[in-house]
């Protein structure tokens, strides 16, 4: 089941082996989902107390990881959160803040391994417990082959429903992680994955290569158990700062993002700003 959430951002040739990234404090700096709450606030999809209440949530997050229980916490206030939000709203707001938001945040490290890893011949996958609203624009900045994220069900009206129809989360993440290999050919053996988090475990045992990232306790203490690399990412860098200093050739997508980044950002708040007025008011309205 979990290969069929997985989309793909970019069409290649498909190579033998992959390397499968998780998405926040492992490629990113900060929770993707938390990070877009002071947009969905403006945007009108959230009132102020649920803005404090995922500022809360990030810094817990961000001190010390989430375990399972907080991860369950979390994602069902979240699902309750977004009940009733208009998804086509949600996207717009993702895809106008994107680069303003997440490209400061982007690890240069991690940047630089995703560009290795494709000039080794390796597709590159995110899977991500996020939405994938926000995981699937963030792969595509980041040039990502394919996306794993979770996914909410949507109503007739074209808003969530506040159920979860796929959650990529600890077995899951490896699940998807399989049937990505059967379908597309990857030799797991040969793989790699990186997370910080030990509910990752599943998805980090399945491949060859695991690595631990910014590891919490518990994935720290398994990796040192097992042998496994701990690396430690620290260095966020926008795209376009980074460039001119890359060792391999960057992805067109990359090359692409840091190239348009701050025109596309700038646009986009003029055309926001144009629309939101009448669009948010009416989409969105009963979604607090």
């Not at 938001?101 to 494709?118: Q, V």
């Not at 040192?224 to 460039?243: A, C, H, I, S, Y």
Request: net charge negative.
């Amino acid at each position: 089941m979990g290969c069929a959430y997985a989309r793909g951002v970019e069409n290649h040739s498909l190579p033998r082996t992959a390397a499968f990234f998780d998405l926040d404090k492992t490629v990113i700096a900060k929770s993707s989902t938390l990070t877009f709450s002071k947009s969905f606030y403006q945007g009108g999809l959230i009132n102020r107390r649920a803005v404090l209440r995922t500022a809360y949530a990030q810094f817990v997050f961000l001190a010390g990881g989430a375990d399972h229980d907080q991860m369950e916490r979390m994602r069902a206030y979240l699902s309750a959160l977004c009940r009733g939000w208009n998804v086509r709203l949600v996207q717009e707001i993702v895809a106008e803040t994107l680069h303003d938001l997440i490209d400061p945040i982007i690890y240069d490290e991690a940047a630089s391994l995703i560009e290795e890893h494709h000039s080794a011949g390796r597709d590159v996958v995110i899977v991500s417990t996020s939405g994938a609203e926000v995981v699937e624009p963030i792969g595509e900045l980041l040039g990502a082959d394919r996306v794993v994220a979770t996914r909410m069900v949507v109503g007739d009206d074209g808003c969530f429903t506040g159920e979860v129809e796929y959650y990529a989360y600890g077995p899951t993440k490896a699940e998807a992680v399989r049937e990505l290999a059967e379908s597309e050919g990857y030799d797991l053996a040969r793989c790699y994955a990186y997370s910080d988090s030990a509910t990752d475990l599943p998805m980090l045992e399945s491949v060859g290569h695991p690595h631990a990232v910014n590891p919490d306790r518990a994935l720290r203490r398994e990796a040192v158990t097992r042998g496994w690399p701990v690396l430690d990412f620290n260095r966020p860098v926008r795209l376009k700062q980074r460039l001119p200093t890359l060792s391999v050739p960057p992805r067109p997508a990359l090359v692409a993002a840091a190239a348009i980044g701050a025109a596309a950002a700038t646009a986009g708040l003029v055309w926001y700003a144009s629309r939101r007025r009448s669009t948010i008011r009416t989409a969105a309205v009963q979604a607090v």
